[in-house]
């Protein structure tokens, strides 16, 4: 540990049959018959032919009065119909296939999608993966937290939640304290409260009196977090407040254990607190009782007093709750300190317990 932490179409489908006038009587080439004024006028249009309409044999059928030529217009119109269609369907189907995200960007002018792991940017537009620009933007969300209790003090981070004063930082950088202290990157000092432990998860919630709008951190996705993404982890090494360090996230899913026994924890060994990764211990004896869960690993430089402490990702949102180091010697500490082998707890896993902590937690 690292503490110190989205009517089919009506036709004319019968056009009527041709008129039929009475049946002309037979007559002599010679002397043709006069017309008869009984026998109906002639139709005041030209007859026209509607090869095929409707009888889907190939025929002719003949159009009546009052009806105009739709049914060449009407096959344009159906066959423009599904080609639109199609047009449209193969506009949106590329805009998937290609890159949704990118295609948003284009509409929205926004540079809001910045990594695999979220679907916002913190840091300004065109400074995404900027470390300073990280540090500037998240620095004021991640506090250093002091805990006291009765065998001595312990010095570890904290990230903001709410601007109301909600700190999510590791159960063992407050187990066991009887009084708890916050100090903001303003160097302001606030006395702070335990709401809810989860030893299991390595996981504390705690709240800060008396403040308000404080600058709450964005909470990422490390889901979609992948090997060879940009890192930066901010927290209080040595009781160093504010300071930033960067690196990539080395490995995914690495099962560390860590003690669930509140003395065990606050029993610090020289570079860090206990843990256990591949079957070995580091930085102590972690104890019988223990607790594992997956974590990122990253080789951003942590120390203890980083517990508790943010790893953000290119876009400045929090993706883990660093909780974990190990040290390089446990006699001699000049030898002791970071060497690129750092954990940190997934933030969907704290997110997934927010609720739990909030209740008093999963030790209650």
């Known amino acids: 540990m690292t503490e110190s932490f989205r009517r089919e179409g009506e036709y004319d489908s019968a056009y009527p049959h041709p008129h039929q006038g009475a049946q002309q009587h037979a007559s002599t080439?010679?002397?043709p018959s006069p017309v008869n004024p009984e026998w109906p006028p002639p139709p005041q249009y030209r007859p026209l032919t509607a090869q095929g309409a409707g009888d889907g044999d190939g025929?002719?059928?003949?159009?009546?009065?009052?009806?105009?030529e739709p049914a060449p217009r009407a096959r344009r119109q159906r066959t423009r119909g599904p080609l639109g269609l199609l047009a449209a369907v193969a506009i949106v189907a590329a805009a998937i296939g290609g890159g949704t995200a990118y295609g948003i960007q284009e509409l929205t002018g926004k540079n809001e999608v910045v990594s695999s792991s979220t679907t916002t940017s913190v840091v300004p537009t065109g400074r995404t993966g900027s470390v300073a620009a990280i540090a500037a933007a998240v620095s004021p969300s991640v506090v250093e937290v002091q805990a006291t209790s009765g065998s001595g003090q312990s010095t570890g981070s904290g990230v903001i939640i709410t601007?109301?004063?909600e700190i999510v930082t590791n159960n063992h950088v407050v187990a066991g304290a009887s009084s708890v202290k916050v100090r903001t990157s303003t160097g302001k000092t606030y006395t702070a409260q335990v709401v809810g432990t989860d030893s299991k998860k390595d996981l504390a919630l705690i709240k800060v009196q008396g403040a308000s709008g404080l600058k709450a951190a964005t909470l990422g996705d490390s889901a979609g977090v992948r090997v060879g993404?940009?890192?930066?982890?901010?927290?209080?090494?040595?009781?160093?407040?504010?300071?930033?360090?960067?690196?990539?996230?080395?490995?995914?899913?690495?099962?560390?254990?860590v003690s669930t026994?509140?003395?065990?924890q606050q029993q610090q060994q020289d570079g860090g607190w206990p843990f256990e990764f591949g079957g070995r211990q580091f930085n102590g004896d972690t104890g019988s009782s223990t607790t594992t869960y997956k974590a990122i690993q990253t080789d951003a430089s942590l120390n203890p007093g980083n517990s508790g402490g943010a790893l953000i990702d290119a876009g400045g949102n929090i993706i883990g709750i660093n909780s974990a180091m190990y040290s390089a010697s446990s006699s001699s500490s000049s030898d002791a300190g970071s060497i690129g082998l750092g954990f940190a707890i997934p933030i969907?896993?704290?997110?997934?317990?927010?609720a739990t902590l909030r209740a008093g937690g999963a030790d209650n």
């Open 29 to 31: 080439p010679a002397a």
């Open 59 to 68: 025929g002719t059928a003949l159009l009546t009065p009052g009806t105009a």
């Open 163 to 165: 601007s109301g004063g």
């Open 229 to 257: 993404d940009t890192v930066v982890a901010i927290g209080s090494p040595e009781g160093l407040s504010g300071t930033v360090t960067s690196g990539i996230v080395s490995a995914l899913d690495r099962d560390v254990t």
């Open 261 to 264: 026994d509140e003395g065990q």
């Open 348 to 354: 969907n896993t704290v997110k997934s317990d927010l």
